[in-house]
């Protein structure tokens, strides 16, 4: 093979990391497996999509070296190949926000108008629990936040989080959190809130990022 051929062949297997993530389902997945390990059957759900499906983009995923997987029993567990995948998961979707065009129209449409929706920086976050002063709350699903998540939040999923806002302290403001700066539970959560005359703001990206900028993270059913 010459020097031509084995670049061209070189550069084309590191496109094909690039084309694992080429379609919204992948990159979905990869969002969904950046929270924690999942199985087929879960992320199937997640995507509401079938498990024959969800399955085949999980072999292109891993054929692009992004995910890999273990079986337990009868059931295939998935995860990310290395915090590596979700730190390019990151910067793929922050370039997109920056440089793509459209991109603030179809986040304005899928989130909806957030000029109410104040965020709180990771720092801010972790200084006010160490006072506590502050009632956080994890609206992502129920088995992401036994996976991993801030320590003391309160585990509030999606389908629960509306019903349950009457048990949090009506003297405290209220900090909403899930999976990233592109998800809605948490604006959902701090507007549900707001109508309710409470103060709530929603930190500034989601558990993803507070776990790689290595702050304490919790795991299992406390505050679930």
């Known amino acids: 093979m010459g020097d031509r051929d084995a670049k061209d062949a070189l ?8 084309k694992g993530l080429a379609s919204g389902r992948r990159a979905e997945i990869v969002d969904v497996l950046a929270q924690g390990e999942r199985s087929v059957d879960h992320l199937a759900r997640e995507l509401e999509q079938s498990v024959a499906n969800t399955s085949h983009h999980l072999q292109t995923l891993a054929r692009a070296g992004l995910v890999s997987s273990r079986r337990d029993g009868t059931r295939v567990h998935y995860s990310l190949s290395s915090e590596r995948v979700a730190e390019l ?7 997109a926000a920056q440089h793509v065009a459209g991109i603030d129209r179809l986040t304005a449409t899928y989130l909806g108008d957030q000029h109410d929706i104040e965020p709180i920086s990771r ?11 502050v009632v956080v709350i994890d609206v992502r699903p129920r088995p992401e936040y036994e996976a991993g998540h801030i320590p003391g939040a309160r585990s509030m999923p999606p389908a629960e989080v509306r019903k349950r806002l009457r048990e949090l302290p009506a003297d405290v403001e209220v900090v909403a959190y899930c999976r990233g700066p592109f998800c809605v539970y948490a604006d959902d959560a701090v507007r549900a ?23 304490a993270v919790a795991t299992g059913t406390e505050g679930a």
């Open 11 to 18: 550069f084309a297997a590191f496109a094909d990391v690039a």
């Open 89 to 95: 998961w990151t910067a793929v979707r922050d370039v």
């Open 123 to 133: 720092t801010e976050l972790a200084t006010r629990l160490r006072r506590r002063d």
């Open 193 to 215: 809130l707001h109508r309710r005359g409470r103060a709530a703001r929603r930190l500034e990206d989601g558990f993803p990022e507070w776990r790689r900028a290595g702050l």
